[in-house]
């Protein structure tokens, strides 16, 4: 390769050539220092921080590199790059995998029109689950670039030495032929060994199939990853998780502000009357974890004080609810369609 050097008439190319050779010894010693940094890093630092995602949202089942980190009540993903699928990680067999975690998205795409589906079958004895709590730049996200609260992912998590083995089949688009092959997998997925996953993909007519299993011993336990801590911690308290949660469930295209705090007030007031009853309300589901969360009587105290209120017309047949703002200003919310026993407790 040749190197053109370039300078200005007033000073002399042997000065040139001395501030080169000074900054390339720079560079090395830079380079020398950083190489030593990372190796002493790794060799202290046995936390896990990369792993492949499992997409199941998408009959696709396309694989991510992702990086993981970990906050008190739950994990957080960020992305990193698309790296295939699972039909090309096994197009000529068994992937061995060495080294990385493997995360399995239990979302679980579902088509009623075309009868497509994405199954996970697993040991719920034998493998760790989780939820994932915060992302950032992930596919499904749309793109953005930003970390975010998310509604909670429900995750398995599998062991560095967990293996993608594709499972044989007739290779033919057959009613039958598909029906065959879903209920023997179906009778292979009851009597599976602990730590062991399969992840089915098909439709009316056909139906793929891979197992996720450890390569070296059964799973006695499941794998307990140390995944380094989430930095933005202040994200992902019990309290931002649960204003989250709570905007995402009464956010509708064209809402106000107003309005939507609101309907937040009146789903706290529906779950705590369902808490009070011992029944679950069809209409206002309640995400898990939510009425146990300790900023869950805050939040409703805190709404309650500031003069929000909520009725309900029990002469109405359509059991409508009036909501009231600190202001004064009066909306219609939902109906409050529930057993007497719920709608007594909301009382």
Not at 245 to 267: A, S
Request: aromatic residues 10%; proline residues 6%.
């Amino acid at each position: 390769m040749r190197m053109r050097f370039f300078y200005f008439p007033q000073q002399k190319p042997q000065a040139i050539i001395r501030q080169i050779h000074k900054g390339v010894d720079n560079c090395r010693r830079m380079l020398y220092t950083a190489d030593s940094y990372l190796k002493k890093y790794h060799e202290e630092d046995n936390t896990l921080s990369t792993a492949l995602w499992i997409d199941t949202t998408s009959r696709k089942l396309m694989i991510y590199a992702v990086s993981m980190t970990q906050v008190e009540n739950g994990l957080v993903v960020r992305f990193g790059t698309e790296v295939g699928s699972l039909r090309i990680f096994t197009e000529s067999g068994e992937f061995k995998n060495k080294d990385l975690p493997i995360i399995v998205d239990l979302r679980c795409y579902k088509s009623k029109e075309s009868g497509g589906f994405v199954e996970v079958g697993y040991t719920p004895q034998a493998i760790r689950r989780s939820s994932v709590i915060g992302a950032m730049g992930m596919p499904w996200q749309g793109g953005t670039k930003s970390l975010r609260p998310i509604t909670p992912i429900p995750v398995l998590v599998c062991g560095p030495t967990t293996n993608i083995i594709p499972v044989k089949r007739n290779y033919t688009w057959n009613l039958n032929v598909a029906s065959a092959m879903y209920t023997g997998l179906k009778k292979v997925r009851q009597q599976m060994e602990p730590g062991t996953i399969f992840v089915t993909e098909g439709q009316r007519d056909y139906v793929d199939a891979w197992r996720l299993a450890a390569s070296n011993t059964k799973h006695e336990k499941p794998f307990d990853p140390d995944w380094r801590q989430e930095h933005r911690t202040d994200m992902f308290t019990a309290e931002a998780m649960f204003k989250h949660t709570l905007k995402q469930l009464t956010w509708k295209p064209g809402i106000t502000q107003m309005e939507q705090e609101g309907l937040m007030f009146l789903y706290l007031n529906v779950w705590a009357a369902s808490e009070s009853a011992g029944q679950k309300s069809r209409h206002f589901p309640c995400p898990e974890g939510m009425v146990e969360n300790p900023a869950f009587p805050e939040f409703l105290l805190r709404m309650e004080q500031e003069g929000w209120n909520v009725d309900i017309e029990l002469h109405s047949a359509h059991r409508h609810t009036k909501i009231v703002s600190p202001t004064g200003e009066e909306f219609l919310g939902p109906s409050l369609k529930e057993t007497p026993k719920l709608e007594e407790a909301f009382i």
